[in-house]
């Protein structure tokens, strides 16, 4: 009933509530595909998922490669959504765009990174449970 009083903004309740339950029943694999589209809407891109050594370091959408890596995404989570093992995030592109994507990550809060290996143009990260 609190949306019908007068004064009431309805989508704010509705986004505190929406947080509110993030935060308190979010799984981790929730989380990741929640960075996942933070990425994308970040840096206008489609994150992609692939084996390491079958990566295509050509196939960009918009500006940058931004890419999940890893043998098998579904074992890194359990059945509860869960992270198991740690999986790995591999950005290509500008260092204006590299920087947004580190900060993506450093702000989502719930995974710990790991920087594998960096240079001008490239970042890849692993990514770990808290």
Same mark, same amino acid.
Do not use: K, M, P
């Given at each position: 009933m609190r949306g019908r009083k007068?004064?009431?903004?309805? =989508?704010? *309740? #509705?986004?505190?509530?929406? =947080?509110? *339950? #993030?935060?308190?029943?979010?799984?981790?694999?929730?989380?990741?595909?929640?960075?996942?589209?933070?990425?994308?809407a970040q840096l206008h891109t489609q994150v992609q998922y692939s084996l390491a050594h079958n990566i295509n370091l050509k196939a960009r959408f918009g500006k940058v490669l931004v890419c999940v890596v890893d043998e098998d995404l579904t074992s890194s989570f359990d059945d509860d959504g869960l992270m198991i093992k740690s999986t790995q995030l591999l950005f290509i592109g500008s260092t204006e765009h590299k920087d947004i994507f580190s900060a993506a990550i450093d702000q989502s809060g719930y995974f710990q990174?790991?920087?594998?290996?960096?240079?001008?143009?490239?970042?890849?990260?692993?990514?770990?449970?808290?």
């Open positions: 007068a004064g009431v903004c309805l =989508e704010s *309740i #509705l986004n505190n509530d929406r =947080e509110r *339950i #993030l935060q308190t029943s979010s799984t981790d694999l929730y989380r990741f595909v929640d960075l996942i589209e933070d990425i994308e990174s790991v920087i594998a290996y960096e240079d001008e143009s490239h970042l890849r990260v692993e990514l770990f449970r808290l």
